[in-house]
C-alpha cells in the first residue's frame, strides 16, 4: 500500500507537468447485479467450464463458444487493447469468473448474454477485426498470449465463484455492494482507487431544464435541493421540499455515468448534475487496475486489490 500511495502522489506531480493521455474508459453505467447471495449455491454443478453458451441479444441466436474464443471477444470488447498486460489479464480472470458464476446459476437455455447492460460485452472475431483494423493480428497475438496465461483461473471466495462485477472509473473509491444494489456482499468493499481521478472522463456534467426537472418530480420549489450522499460518495437521494427523489431515478432519466454525483442550480433555467466516474462503482475499476499495473502491480495484486479476500484458482 506505502508503494501505491508513492506511485500516486509522483503520478500526481507529473500530471501537472505532462498532459495526462487516456483511453476512452468503457459504458459500465447500467449494468445489472446478477444472482445476489451472501452464500451462493450454484443451481447446478459445472462438470466442464471450457464453453460458454451465449445469446446474441441483436438477433436471439445462442452460440457456444470454446471458453478462450469467449474471452478473447469478451476482453477485446470490454477493455482497450493498448491498457497494460497485467490489467487485462485481470480483466480476463474477472470476465472468465463472471461468466462462469453465470452459468453455475443459469436456468435458461444460455449462460449469459453478450448485452453489456444485462451481462458483459462479447463482439466476434469479425467485429473484433474490424474494430482493429490494420492492427488486428498485432493485437490479436498480444490478447492471446495473455489468455494463455490466465486461462481457466477464476476468483473464489470462502471455494464459491465470485460475483466479479467490474465498471470503467471510480469516483477516487470504489463502491459497496450494499451501497448499489443493497445487499452486502463481504469481497465487494470500497477500497482505494484515487488513480481515477486522472482519468479524462472522471468528471462530467448534465444539464437540464429547471421547469422540467420540477414536473418530472412533481415540485414547485427547488431552493432547497440537497444531494444526500454515502459515505463512499455514492448519492442515495436528492431531497428537495420534504421529498427523496432515489438517486437510480435520475441516473436512468438523465443518463449520468455514475450515482456519485453533486447536484447545482445553475442561473435561473437549469439543474446541473456534476459527475464523478463512470460505471456503476463496485468492484474492480477497469482503469484503476490499468494504472496499478503501470506501477508495477500484478495481476494478482490488482485483483487482490478490488476483490477483497478472494483467491485466484484454477476452475
Known amino acids: 500500500m506505502k508503494k501505491f500511495l508513492i506511485a500516486l502522489i509522483l503520478l500526481l506531480v507529473v ?3 505532462f498532459p495526462i493521455i487516456t483511453v476512452k474508459p468503457l459504458d459500465t453505467t447500467n449494468k445489472n447485479l446478477p444472482v445476489l447471495s451472501k452464500s451462493f449455491k ?3 454443478k459445472i462438470s466442464k467450464s471450457d464453453t460458454f453458451k451465449i445469446k446474441i441479444s ?5 452460440t457456444e463458444l470454446d471458453s478462450r474464443e469467449y474471452l478473447f471477444g469478451c476482453i477485446a470488447s470490454e477493455m482497450p487493447i493498448s491498457y497494460e498486460e497485467e490489467a487485462l489479464k485481470a480483466q480476463g480472470i474477472v470476465a472468465f469468473t463472471y461468466a462462469l458464476r453465470k452459468k453455475e446459476n443459469s436456468t435458461e437455455k444460455y449462460d449469459l448474454t453478450n448485452d453489456y447492460t444485462i451481462d458483459q460485452c462479447y463482439k466476434s472475431r469479425e467485429e473484433i477485426k474490424q474494430k482493429w483494423g490494420d492492427n488486428y493480428d498485432e493485437n ?3 490478447l492471446e498470449s495473455i489468455i494463455d496465461e490466465i486461462s481457466g483461473l477464476r476468483l473464489t471466495f470462502n471455494g464459491e465463484t465470485a460475483l466479479s462485477v ?3 472509473v471510480s469516483s477516487g473509491k470504489t463502491l459497496t455492494s ?3 444494489w443493497g445487499e452486502d456482499i463481504p469481497y465487494l468493499v470500497s477500497v482505494d482507487s484515487s488513480f481515477d481521478k486522472l482519468n479524462e472522463k472522471y468528471n462530467s456534467s448534465v444539464s437540464v431544464n429547471k421547469s422540467d426537472f420540477m414536473k418530472s418530480f412533481a415540485i ?3 431552493s432547497d435541493i440537497k444531494a444526500k450522499k454515502s459515505k463512499n460518495g455514492k448519492t442515495d437521494f436528492l431531497t428537495v421540499q420534504n421529498k427523496k427523489i432515489p438517486s ?3 441516473v436512468k432519466k438523465y443518463s449520468l455515468r455514475s450515482s456519485c454525483f453533486d447536484v447545482d442550480i445553475s442561473g435561473e433555467n437549469a439543474v446541473v448534475f456534476n459527475v464523478f466516474g463512470y460505471g456503476h462503482g463496485v468492484g474492480m475499476s477497469q482503469y484503476g487496475a490499468n494504472c496499478m499495473a503501470k506501477n508495477g502491480s500484478s495481476y494478482k495484486e490488482i485483483l487482490l486489490h478490488y476483490y477483497k479476500g478472494c483467491k485466484i484458482e484454477n476452475s
Open 15 to 17: 500530471s501537472f507537468v
Open 42 to 44: 450454484p443451481v447446478k
Open 248 to 250: 437510480n431515478e435520475i
Open 58 to 62: 441483436e438477433t436471439g441466436e445462442i
Open 140 to 142: 490479436a497475438k498480444k
Open 220 to 222: 414547485s420549489d427547488i
Open 166 to 168: 467490474y465498471h470503467a
Open 178 to 180: 450494499k451501497e448499489v
